[in-house]
């Protein structure tokens, strides 16, 4: 809504440092009608994306303005929208990706329709006690890699591992672990903006026995891959800080355990913090929680990222039950009517009515349906489970992690690393040394720190062949 | 004019593929992307994503496209593949490409592929390019 006024001289597109106005102009002087056209026009939206939601938005302003009517099909094999799509297989109970597409579609999908059937049935799962595991085999081959493997594809087609760590908790003994596998495979460990640890450059034939080792320390997936939710940030709370007003650290483990797995039109992020200095930032997630003398003030519709937006204060002074009753109806509620990957900033701004309307539906159930919601919401928590467990136990789905089908032990032979303070990296096109294992670029990045610097003041002179 | 039959090399059990999955295969030193259709059908391409210039093809998801003629009338249905990395899409039959994502459009080499006796068989060799793809990549 508010992207529609932004003046002709505001960078929509930083990364091509494209203007509102060329993206107007793109549209009523050259005839563009399809986003498709707008960034082969003006390359806006060519490098990262981030800017997509944006540019569709003015897009669509333009082409109303010019008297088009401006479709909301998800694609080229669904005339509807996420949420219309979502009501029909609701009540319509299909369960599969070929029983959706028969009744209310063409064709067999693509990469835009095929992740948003898998998300809905997941979550319209979930809400009716689970039928399928998103990652399984029936909704796992609807979905997009990171989602089918669970976990994160890298720049050099090997993958990110993330394990959950509710609340940015993690105990020195699963610290040990967590090191010893990176250690063991090479892994690039680096803290991520989720208060967790990742570990890079796991190939797709080594995650299997990488989680093998971590959900014998205790360690489950952390949905790192997912449109679901992240993670719970908090900070720690009245246990450990003489700020602290409430335990904001047992409430974020609490809501991070309630909520895991939960698939969601985009991904969702939520913070606790203990008191007004917010040192969490839950203002800035899709649900913020932060503490007073009296309970629990409760913000949503938060956001960092390329468009950030403060979530708006939706009920204050909760006490700790109709805190999560409030959360769980504001979580189904968005599952049930945003768009796809419409984050709930965006969900929130644009509902009609705004917070005092949701306020209404939610907080005074104005619609009748806040128990319905608590029902779904209940339902998903009790039809959790660990999908890299329940993978692991499951040798069919085990065989799909290979490398060369008809070469299971062969590894990609063009990957190809170099050290860097103290670890390794992706090797880029430009690098003259480089190691085909990361183990051996690791131990070579730990004999010379080497590697240059952006700045250039570092050099690495290690033959590594 | 005659055509030579190419030489199939033999990947996989048609079983050990997922349904609009694909998996990866090494034929000689390539590498190649094979994929099972919903009508059991098999098709392959190159492994390597000429935009992204890694081997992750395999890993995209598989789906259909309506070409149409001028008048809008469909005309047939192809298969497609989509770049797990940042999601071009190709027509999996001739490797054309069907969205660039506003960008160049690079073809990708496509590959025989058929099913026999419940084996999966695919050309040693890509084949030759449509007339007009240049089939150069970064």
Known sequence: ?465 | MTTQEPTMIDICALSDLSVERGAAALIGGDQVAVFRLVDDSVRACQQRDPYSGTNVLSRGLVGSHEASADDGEPVELVPTIASPMYKQVWNLDTGEVLDAGGGEKFPIAVHEAEVRDGRVLVSVAPRPLAAGATGIAP
């Open chain 1, 1 to 465: 809504m508010a992207n529609a006024e932004l003046p002709d001289d505001a960078v929509v597109c930083s990364c091509n440092n494209v203007f509102a106005g060329t993206i107007r102009a793109s549209v009523t002087e050259h005839g563009c009608t399809t986003l498709g056209e707008v960034k082969e026009c003006t390359s806006a939206g060519t490098v990262c994306g981030s800017c997509v939601p944006t540019l569709t938005t003015l897009l669509n302003k333009e082409l109303e303005r010019s008297g088009i009517t401006v479709s909301t099909a998800m694609c080229e094999h669904f005339a509807h929208s996420r949420a219309e799509l979502y009501q029909l297989v609701k009540e319509g109970g299909q369960q599969t990706f070929t029983e959706i597409v028969t009744a209310f579609g063409r064709g067999r999908g693509c990469a835009v329709c095929k992740p948003v059937v898998a998300s809905l049935l997941s979550s319209l799962g979930t809400t009716s006690g689970r039928l399928h595991s998103p990652v399984g085999e029936q909704l796992g081959s609807l979905q997009d890699t990171n989602d089918h493997v669970m976990a994160n594809i890298q720049k050099n087609g090997t993958y990110s591992v993330i394990p959950r760590m509710p609340a940015g908790e993690v105990t020195p003994e699963q610290l040990l672990v967590l090191a010893q596998v990176a250690i063991d495979y090479g892994l690039y460990l680096k803290l991520n903006g989720a208060q967790r640890i990742g570990m890079f450059g796991a190939r797709l034939d080594q995650l299997p026995e990488i989680w093998r080792r971590l959900v014998d320390a205790g360690f489950e997936s952390g949905h790192a891959y997912g449109k679901s939710l992240r993670m719970v940030k908090s900070c720690v709370g009245s246990t450990w800080c003489r700020y602290g007003v409430q335990d904001s650290t047992s409430m974020a483990v609490a809501l991070e355990r309630r909520y895991r797995g939960l698939r969601s039109p985009h991904k969702l992020k939520v913070g606790v913090s203990g008191c007004a200095r917010e040192c969490a930032e839950a203002r800035a997630k899709d649900v913020g929680v932060i503490a007073t003398t009296k309970g629990w003030n409760l913000y949503v519709g938060g956001n960092g990222g390329a468009q950030p937006a403060h979530a708006q204060l939706l009920i204050e002074d909760l006490d700790d039950e109709n805190l999560v009753k409030c959360i769980d109806r504001f979580l189904m509620l968005y599952i049930q009517e945003a768009d796809k990957v419409q984050r709930t900033a965006r969900w929130v701004e644009d509902r009609a009515g705004g917070i005092e309307e949701l306020r209404r539906v939610i907080v005074e159930d104005s619609l009748g349906i806040g128990e319905e919601l608590e029902a779904q919401m209940a339902n998903h928590v009790a039809t959790y489970e660990d999908e890299w467990t329940a993978t692991l136990d499951d040798p069919q789905r085990l065989a799909k992690f290979v490398s060369f089908i008809n070469a299971p032990g062969v590894a990609d032979p063009d990957l190809a690393w170099v050290p860097e303070r103290g670890q390794m990296r992706p090797a880029h096109e430009m690098d003259q040394h480089t190691a085909p294992d990361p183990v051996r670029a690791r131990a070579l990045a730990s004999l010379s720190l080497g590697a240059t610097s952006p700045l250039g003041d570092s050099v690495d002179g290690e033959e590594i062949r």
